[in-house]
Structure formats: structure tokens, C-alpha cells
């Protein structure tokens, strides 16, 4: 069964960094397209960022673009999303969520993580 595991959330000062990590099971890893979503206290899911299978394809939020880099490692089936200069509003619950197809052309998850929790506070 596919299994998505999550890491690397925690309490982080405004401007500071935070690497997440989502270990990935049960699938062939390479052969699909992976994001990060997320959810801020009381607000709905927003997507973040997505990658697709080879990782020659990336796309961004603009709230995050220039601050946060999505990665994957296809010999650890992991994939990571490196965060920057971390801001108040970027406080949510992070889940990296499995994509039906190769690409990111369309956002159709079939698997989610757990979410780990990112707060950003001073």
C-alpha cells in the first residue's frame, strides 16, 4: 500500500529554515508526480509546489516562489521541500500529497501524508 511519512516540521523564528521531508513506500516513486500542500489555521488547502517524476518539472505558489525549492531524491523515494526566510503566514499543517499521473499538468492526488506542523513565530 502506498504510505507517505512525513518529517521535519517544528516551531521556527520568522526569517529562519526548515527542510521537510516526505519518505515515500508502496509505489514506484519515480514513475509519479509529487507536491506539498498545505493548511493554515481556519483556511482551506492551498497547493505549494509540485514536481513531476524526473524532476525536470517545477511549479510554485506565488506566495512561496523564490523562498521555498521542492526536490526529490529518487533513490531514497523521498521528496523534500526546503524553506526559507519562513514568515508568519506560512504557519500550517504541510502534507506532501502523491499525484495520479507522471506530470503536474493536473492536480489529482491520490495519496496524502499525515501533514507535519510548521509554525513561524517569534
Known amino acids: 500500500e502506498v504510505q507517505l511519512v512525513e518529517s521535519g516540521g517544528g516551531l521556527v523564528q520568522p526569517g529562519g529554515s526548515l527542510r521537510l521531508s516526505c519518505a515515500a513506500s508502496?509505489?514506484?516513486?519515480?514513475?509519479?508526480?509529487m507536491s506539498w500542500v498545505r493548511q493554515a489555521p481556519g483556511k482551506g488547502l492551498e497547493w505549494v509546489s509540485g514536481?513531476?517524476?524526473?524532476?525536470?518539472?517545477?511549479s510554485y505558489a506565488d506566495a512561496v516562489k523564490g523562498r521555498f525549492t521542492i526536490t526529490r531524491d529518487g533513490a531514497k523515494n523521498t521528496l523534500y521541500l526546503h524553506m526559507n526566510s519562513l514568515k508568519p503566514e506560512d504557519t500550517a499543517v504541510y502534507y506532501c500529497a502523491k499525484h495520479r499521473i507522471a506530470t503536474i499538468f493536473h492536480n489529482h492526488f491520490d495519496s496524502w501524508g499525515q501533514g507535519t506542523q510548521v509554525t513561524v513565530s517569534s
Open positions: 508502496g509505489f514506484s516513486f519515480s514513475s509519479y508526480a
Open positions: 514536481i513531476n517524476y524526473n524532476g525536470g518539472r517545477i
